[in-house]
């Protein structure tokens, strides 16, 4: 049976209860459909592996990626969807690498989105909307700007997609703006 939105939501929810981590869920799923219709591929496949990617997160930091396999049984994840996920910690906290496109996409934009996110309440506006590469760039640089973001992995990140820097910083701004509205509206109503 195909695992639905819903289910997805439910179980992220169990484990997750810190609006932050729920916010950013919400924000990598809605990052990760718009890549998805992007590239021609599954939108609801891509856009659940985003909304669990961290499912394990907030309750076993120190099993991040590692733990995650034995709760996304209780929803009878399919195998690709639970590499995917795992994926996105290589080198990081697991040795699950990211081979297909979705999982380099995952990778890439799981630590960025935080970054562009950070960037996004500094700026008057509080949005991604009118959000310039040129100033994510500068943030970027400042390394005591969101300290917790690895430069590193968004670097590697790139550089598995085969793309520059600010390729993939120019794409992850335009699927943020895709779903800020959705994902605030969300937000709004829990």
Same mark, same amino acid.
């Given at each position: 049976? !195909?695992?639905?939105?819903?289910? #997805?939501?439910? @179980? +992220?929810?169990?484990? *997750?209860?810190? $609006?932050?981590?729920?916010?950013?869920?919400?924000?990598?799923?809605?990052?990760?459909?718009?890549?998805?219709?992007?590239?021609?591929?599954?939108?609801?496949?891509?856009?659940?592996?985003?909304?669990?990617?961290?499912?394990?997160?907030?309750?076993?930091? !120190?099993?991040?990626?590692?733990? #995650?396999?034995? @709760? +996304?049984?209780?929803? *009878?994840?399919? $195998?690709?969807?639970?590499?995917?996920?795992?994926?996105?910690?290589?080198?990081?906290?697991?040795?699950?690498?990211?081979?297909?496109?979705?999982?380099?996409?995952?990778?890439?934009?799981?630590?960025?989105?935080?970054?562009?996110?950070?960037?996004?309440?500094?700026?008057?506006?509080?949005?991604?909307?009118?959000?310039?590469?040129?100033?994510?760039?500068?943030?970027?640089?400042?390394?005591?700007?969101?300290?917790?973001?690895?430069?590193?992995?968004?670097?590697?990140?790139?550089?598995?997609?085969?793309?520059?820097?600010?390729?993939?910083?120019?794409?992850?701004?335009?699927?943020?703006?895709?779903?800020?509205?959705?994902?605030?509206?969300?937000?709004?109503?829990?």
């Amino acid at each position: 049976m !195909e695992l639905t939105r819903e289910q #997805a939501l439910a @179980l +992220l929810k169990k484990y *997750n209860k810190e $609006p932050f981590h729920i916010q950013h869920a919400l924000t990598v799923e809605g990052v990760m459909r718009w890549f998805a219709a992007e590239n021609g591929e599954d939108v609801d496949f891509w856009g659940l592996c985003g909304l669990l990617h961290d499912v394990d997160f907030e309750n076993w930091p !120190e099993e991040h990626c590692v733990k #995650a396999p034995e @709760l +996304l049984s209780e929803v *009878n994840a399919s $195998p690709e969807m639970v590499h995917a996920i795992c994926s996105h910690g290589y080198g990081i906290c697991c040795d699950v690498e990211p081979t297909l496109l979705m999982e380099k996409v995952l990778f890439a934009t799981d630590e960025l989105t935080g970054l562009i996110g950070a960037a996004a309440k500094m700026r008057p506006s509080k949005s991604v909307m009118d959000m310039e590469l040129s100033s994510l760039k500068k943030k970027f640089k400042d390394k005591k700007f969101a300290a917790g973001c690895s430069r590193d992995v968004i670097r590697t990140g790139a550089e598995r997609l085969g793309w520059t820097l600010d390729e993939l910083m120019e794409k992850t701004i335009l699927a943020m703006r895709s779903c800020e509205a959705p994902v605030a509206a969300e937000m709004e109503s829990n």
